[in-house]
């Protein structure tokens, strides 16, 4: 059985339910019972509550600062065991980007600008921290939007550490939520390594949903459509990219794990 790390945009209990929150759970929970080894990761969002949750931090796997745009993030790594189940989350904090209620808009909807160093910081904590954990998986497996990032870095920026060049990436298509741009410095965010401005030519300067789903999908190596509702434009990207996709399907057991474990095993 293959090695499966989980990046989640959100899980449940820890948030509300959604489609991607109940996917957060149960995609890693039934993938562990099949027999995996796995690992999983969520931001740690200023709306979950820690005492409830039973978050603490992991002392040795904090105190790393992450640069973006020759400005210093601290990055903190928390972690908490989803009741009921054997799944372990580890959440990835830093005071100034995840102490706001909201995740990527305020109470107002308005979208927060630096939603781009955010999901930077978040990208790369999770695979800073597995390079801590010396835990290098055979499958990433992406789910929600402030995950879309992780493929970037994982094929580009961190494709010489070892053992990281032979991992395979799988993203889920979900329908998307923001129509407007993440900010005018998104691309300068992501440089880092071999990520330069020549690299992302082929996305428009203004990232919004629709460029951050093709920049996931060009950096995969499998895909799932998940929702009823994906964008039109995203689910024709990702026909022409010939990656092989799945349908996420449910039956009256809830039991797609299967599916997803073949996928898994078929990269």
Same mark, same amino acid.
Not at 104 to 114: I, K, S
Not at 165 to 188: C, H, Y
């Given at each position: 059985m293959k090695k499966v790390l989980f990046v989640n945009q959100d899980i449940i209990p820890y948030v509300e339910e959604t489609e991607i929150a109940r996917?957060?759970?149960?995609?890693?929970?039934?993938?562990?019972? *099949?027999?995996?080894e796995i690992r999983t990761f969520m931001p740690r969002w200023?709306?979950?509550?820690e005492r409830r949750g039973q978050l603490h931090e992991v002392i040795? !796997?904090?105190?790393?600062?992450?640069?973006?745009? /020759?400005t210093d993030y601290p990055l903190i790594i928390k972690v908490a065991t989803i009741t009921g189940t054997k799944?372990?989350?580890?959440?990835?904090?830093? &005071?100034?980007? %995840?102490?706001?209620?909201?995740?990527?808009?305020?109470?107002?909807?308005?979208? +927060?600008?630096?939603?781009?160093?955010r999901m930077v910081f978040f990208a790369r904590g999770v695979i800073e921290t597995i390079k801590k954990l010396r835990w290098i998986p055979d499958v990433i497996h992406c789910q929600g939007q402030m995950s879309s990032l992780v493929p970037l870095f994982v094929k580009k920026a961190y494709k010489d550490e070892?053992?990281?060049?032979?991992?395979?990436? @799988?993203?889920?298509?979900? &329908?998307?939520?923001?129509?407007?741009? %993440?900010?005018?410095?998104?691309?300068?965010c992501l440089l880092y390594n071999d990520i330069t401005?020549? &690299? !992302?030519?082929?996305?428009?300067?203004?990232?919004?949903?629709?460029?951050? *789903?093709?920049?996931?999908?060009d950096y995969s190596d499998a895909?799932?459509?998940?929702? =009823?509702?994906? /964008?039109?434009?995203?689910l024709g990207y990702a026909e022409q990219s010939g990656l092989k996709m799945i349908?996420?399907?449910?039956? =009256?057991?809830? /039991? %797609? *794990?299967? /599916?997803? @474990?073949?996928? +898994? &095993?078929?990269l």
């Open positions: 996917l957060g759970k149960f995609v890693p929970k039934k993938t562990q019972e *099949a027999g995996s200023g709306n979950i509550n040795r !796997l904090s105190g790393l600062n992450i640069s973006i745009e /020759d799944v372990q989350v580890y959440f990835i904090d830093n &005071e100034e980007f %995840f102490s706001r209620k909201g995740q990527m808009a305020d109470t107002e909807g308005n979208y +927060y600008e630096d939603n781009a160093e070892p053992g990281m060049a032979d991992v395979k990436i @799988v993203t889920s298509l979900f &329908e998307q939520v923001q129509d407007k741009p %993440f900010g005018s410095n998104f691309k300068q401005l020549d &690299e !992302l030519t082929k996305y428009s300067d203004t990232v919004d949903s629709k460029e951050l *789903a093709k920049i996931a999908i895909l799932i459509n998940v929702s =009823e509702n994906t /964008d039109k434009d995203i349908k996420h399907t449910e039956n =009256e057991e809830n /039991d %797609f *794990a299967k /599916d997803y @474990v073949n996928l +898994y &095993e078929s």
